[in-house]
């Protein structure tokens, strides 16, 4: 049967000797040595360049410990961490959410078995976490994804006396649980990496033993359930292995390992899967020249940016690999090693697309060692140090504070004293600013500028981060509260034949003509910036008005419908999805498909409302019975059919600003909230007013309220929603089709 490990070590190959260590650049120290013996890193995580943690373990008398090591100042720093029993205590694994919010897993000896090891990392002290095991045998936990501080997703194996199976534990609620995880045979199933683009959305990977080969295992959870996915395998009557994967959304993931090619001899080559939307294919992956190549750890800074990195054999002895993904093409990168003996990669964690750090082992001839790598600009090299002799500061302004939704802000970020080179990534509440990762420093002032647009509102906190240059050293700004002004309060109404009308602070930038061919207008969304908006009509033809931009439509692609119901734009403006009464779904600009009802061959022709998750990657459909469909990293919250409440006249669905609810409006103005993240702030029905053409809800810019409109033109406001007059001219081109806030 299949041996399955939660670690590798590799100094056994290792040559007698020690060569002379690669030049070092600056950026970080060399990882502290703790002990007498061994240190080994295992997993490092990145939150931003400079704010790193690497876990492993160091050996110390003749036990395991577990390790941890904060990069602090642009160095590896031996931080205090706990240990559970007196037994053996590793670290596979560390997810980070911030500098100072991290989860590390792995496993613990309680003198008889392995027991899953969780430790927290919150107000600055490292300490265990009660977990839970799986059976009475060995539970090892190999990865660990979190979203938040407090939702995290754990990956390993248990064993069951004859076979080790796949074991899932997640953070919820503060507690740690075994979740249930499905197996792929009989003969024995491990996870060996896991990525969470949102509490309710993760992926793992690993493989499965059939009784004579290994081959690749991928599952996904969607909503609180794990499902075993269709993976490919590269060899033939071999084996397959995959050891770590990364995601940037519910749909886009890059797993890596290691498949054996059946030559004469039979070699292991790398193996590289990559999932889009929903379904996984093998891409080419180069290798050494040589003979064994395993990729162990990957990261990816963007769909199209990744890098991965292990090891392959030369002479005997493990050496670094390293390759990198970028413009649809895997291909090798040039890391140095410390010695002529085992240099291994076991991970690697990359902020931005300019700046990654990996951590692993060498062998000394005598023991492992630790072995940080730092990618810069595209450069590998091995950290050494100390060798930062310029502590830099880094300043940030924008142009323009407050701002406003939609429209941008240049962002100016000045190092201290000015470097020679190196670039400058830009967050925003701890996510990378889109366009701004890797920019470079301006070496006559020192600046480094993007521009910026902010598509929500409220209080942006900003930080800039120096990726250190030479004997510069890595800096990091103070948080700069950037200010988002919301657009005005204010509604548009468009008419069954194409006029707007806009009220409040909504302006008309007008209407679309309609025709027998086109058919009525059904549906119009505001631009984020509330300076623009689109009307689309039963033919799927769009109309982009204001700053609003034409991304296409269903004419324009020779699609013949007659039975579109509403439109949604993307987040960032520059995509929108269209629906059909049959759930239907077209997608343009940036817009992704996530699933359609006819593609779930589901046969429907009441579907009456769409909106789109906050950060578009998922949407909702609603019927005229309220019942609710999710697709992408939508979560249901229920419908009216699942309480039970009968009704056929639900006009539209209204997201929660946080994508953690929503709500369904009827025609007579009864309103149905669901989720944790919307409140009610009243019905018609609730006031006493009694009607049955409601045709339309829309939310006011702060969430603090919404908008009814009737068929005849008249509007109700409830919260901080206040109703501006029936503009003169409606009466003529009644009925109102459609609503929209700014």
Known sequence: ?????????????????????????????????????????????????????AVGYYKNGSKYQALVEPMVNGGWKVGPSADEGTGVNVLNSVSCTSSTSCVAVGYYSNGATEQALVETLAKGAWSVTPSSDEGSGNNVLNSASCTSPTTCVAVGYYSNGGANLTLVETLANGSWRVAPSPNRGADGSQLNGVSCTSATACVAAGYYYTGSEDLTLVETMANGTWTVASSPNQGVSSGDELNSIACTSATDCTAVGYYVHSGHPATDLTLVEEMSSTTWKLATSPNQASSNNWLLGVSCSSSSGCIAVGYYTHGGAAQVLAERLASGTWSLAAAPDENSNANVLESASCPTAAWCVAGGYYYTGSQDASLSELMNSGKWSIVLGPVLTTSTSISLTAASNPGAVGEPVTLTATVSPTPAGGSVSFTSDGTAVVGCSGVPVNTSNGQATCS?????????????????????????????????????????????????????????????????????????????????????????????????????????????????????????????????????????????FHGSLPGLHLHVKDIVGLVATPGGAGYLLVGSDGGVFTFGTSRFYGSLPGQGIHVHDIRAILPAAAGTGYVLVGSDGGVFNFGTGVRFHGSLPGIGVKVSDIVGIALTPDDGGYYMAESSGKVYGFGDAHAFPTPSGLSANLPVAAISGT
Do not use: R
Request: net charge negative; hydrophobic share 45%.
């Open 1 to 53: 049967m299949a041996v399955f490990v939660a670690s590798v070590s590799l100094s056994a190959i290792a040559l007698v000797g020690v060569g002379t260590a690669a030049a070092g650049i600056a950026g970080a120290a060399p990882p502290p040595v703790t002990g007498s013996k061994e240190n080994v890193i295992d997993s490092v995580s990145c939150t931003a360049p400079g704010a790193c943690v």
């Open 452 to 592: 910026a647009t902010f598509w929500t509102g409220g209080h942006q906190s900003v930080q800039a981060f120096f990726s250190g240059y030479a004997d510069f050293g890595l800096s990091s700004s103070a948080v700069y509260t950037e200010t988002v002004d919301l657009p005005a309060p204010g509604y548009w109404l468009a008419t069954a034949n194409g006029q707007v009308y806009g009220l409040g602070g909504a302006s008309t930038y007008g209407g679309m003509p309609t025709s027998s061919t086109t058919g009525p207008v059904v549906g119009i969304a505001g631009s984020p910036s509330g300076k623009g908006y689109w009307v689309v009509t039963a033919n799927g033809t769009v109309d982009a008005l204001g700053d609003a931009h034409f991304h296409g439509d269903l004419p324009a692609l020779g699609k013949h419908v007659s039975d579109i119901v509403a439109i949604a734009p993307t987040v960032d403006a520059k995509g929108y999805w269209l629906v059909g009464a049959d759930g239907g779904f077209f997608a343009f600009g940036d817009a992704v």
